[in-house]
């Protein structure tokens, strides 16, 4: 299976890159220096013999979309909408990612894949732009909204709470907007089966699990690191609200927890609890720490 993905310097596109060509499948890079998301003229040529077109490519900074809101759509609704209608025409699979920047985040709760999509800035309302041009240019298509995604190689912002708590700097979080995080390893499980059983439709691709603050996060994950020897113990941190952060452009959405019960449902395993997740990735940093070389 020859799979082209979008993105391949981004923290998702790269993660697949890697995670396929593991896997023996045949991976074509397609970043940013040549497939211009700009300029999707050219698209057609570099989808030549590819079986697969996963896009995780967007402009995906909230106060970058809001500042520049002609590049989020040309980027985010427009691009998608070429590479659907090519990949429809010469019958390439398309998977597409969203966000759960979609939805308002006005009520309590986790959103269903058909719930109201009512997005507050120009990033939500590019991305669901997107959603809606892939899907009426390709019904075959797959759309994955995704939230608050780590354990790739670039950090987000599990593995950049992970290292202050290391180095002992000083730890506060948001508490007052909620989600539910994704683990990177899950996230590629999740792609390469929907692939191989030719899904299609707008899934939830999160953990599972309540919704969950970024303090609770970093709760979460010091208490884990306590939990498997990687510090010796835990320190305060300092619960700070969204309005605090004054250079914030773009609005921010509060409650975006998704429910990923559709695509539970359709895996041959439950998709398992966030914080499961997270103390696997924690262990994980605790066999690489063992196994990092002595200067």
């Given at each position: 299976m020859k799979?082209?993905?979008?993105?391949t310097?981004?923290?998702?596109?790269?993660?697949?890159?890697?995670?396929?060509?593991?896997?023996?499948?045949?991976?074509?890079?397609?970043?940013?220096?040549?497939?211009?998301?700009?300029?999707?003229?050219?698209?057609?040529?570099?989808?030549?013999?590819?079986?697969?077109?996963?896009?995780?490519?967007?402009?995906?900074?909230?106060?970058?979309?809001?500042?520049?809101?002609e590049?989020?759509?040309?980027?985010?609704?427009?691009a998608?909408?070429?590479?659907a209608?090519?990949?429809?025409?010469?019958?390439?699979?398309?998977l597409?990612?969203?966000?759960?920047y979609?939805?308002?985040?006005?009520?309590?709760?986790?959103?269903?894949?058909n719930?109201?999509a009512?997005?507050?800035?120009?990033?939500?309302?590019?991305?669901?732009?997107?959603?809606?041009?892939?899907?009426?240019?390709?019904?075959?298509?797959?759309?994955?909204?995704?939230?608050?995604?780590?354990?790739?190689?670039k950090?987000?912002?599990?593995?950049?709470?992970?290292?202050?708590?290391?180095?002992?700097?000083?730890?506060?979080?948001?508490?007052?907007?909620?989600?539910?995080?994704?683990?990177?390893?899950?996230?590629?499980?999740?792609?390469n089966?929907?692939?191989?059983?030719?899904?299609?439709?707008?899934y939830?691709?999160?953990?599972?699990?309540?919704?969950?603050?970024?303090?609770?996060?970093?709760?979460?994950?010091?208490?884990?690191?306590l939990?498997?020897?990687?510090?010796?113990?835990?320190?305060?941190i300092?619960a700070?609200k969204?309005?605090?952060?004054?250079?914030?452009?773009?609005?921010?959405?509060?409650?975006?927890a998704?429910?990923?019960?559709?695509?539970?449902?359709?895996l041959p395993?439950?998709?398992?609890?966030?914080?499961d997740?997270?103390?696997?990735?924690?262990?994980?940093?605790?066999?690489?720490?063992?196994?990092?070389?002595?200067?």
């Amino acid at each position: 299976m020859k799979i082209g993905i979008t993105g391949t310097t981004g923290r998702v596109g790269a993660a697949l890159a890697s995670y396929f060509t593991a896997l023996g499948e045949q991976v074509v890079s397609l970043d940013r220096a040549q497939f211009d998301l700009i300029n999707p003229e050219r698209f057609d040529e570099l989808l030549d013999n590819i079986d697969v077109l996963i896009n995780p490519a967007a402009l995906s900074a909230p106060d970058g979309c809001e500042n520049f809101p002609e590049q989020a759509n040309a980027i985010n609704h427009l691009a998608p909408l070429r590479m659907a209608e090519l990949c429809n025409i010469r019958g390439i699979v398309f998977l597409h990612f969203s966000t759960d920047y979609v939805f308002s985040g006005n009520e309590l709760g986790k959103r269903r894949e058909n719930d109201e999509a009512n997005a507050i800035n120009v990033y939500g309302a590019s991305k669901r732009a997107g959603e809606i041009a892939v899907m009426q240019a390709n019904p075959a298509a797959i759309i994955l909204r995704v939230s608050w995604v780590y354990g790739a190689d670039k950090p987000a912002y599990v593995e950049q709470t992970l290292q202050k708590i290391l180095n002992n700097d000083l730890l506060e979080a948001i508490a007052d907007k909620w989600s539910i995080p994704t683990s990177m390893k899950d996230l590629c499980e999740w792609v390469n089966f929907l692939l191989k059983n030719q899904a299609s439709g707008v899934y939830h691709a999160c953990n599972a699990g309540e919704p969950v603050s970024w303090h609770g996060i970093a709760v979460a994950l010091q208490e884990s690191m306590l939990h498997q020897g990687l510090i010796s113990s835990a320190r305060e941190i300092m619960a700070t609200k969204l309005s605090d952060i004054s250079h914030f452009s773009a609005p921010r959405p509060i409650h975006t927890a998704m429910d990923n019960s559709l695509l539970s449902h359709q895996l041959p395993q439950p998709i398992r609890h966030w914080r499961d997740a997270l103390d696997e990735f924690v262990r994980d940093q605790l066999v690489a720490s063992h196994h990092k070389p002595s200067m």
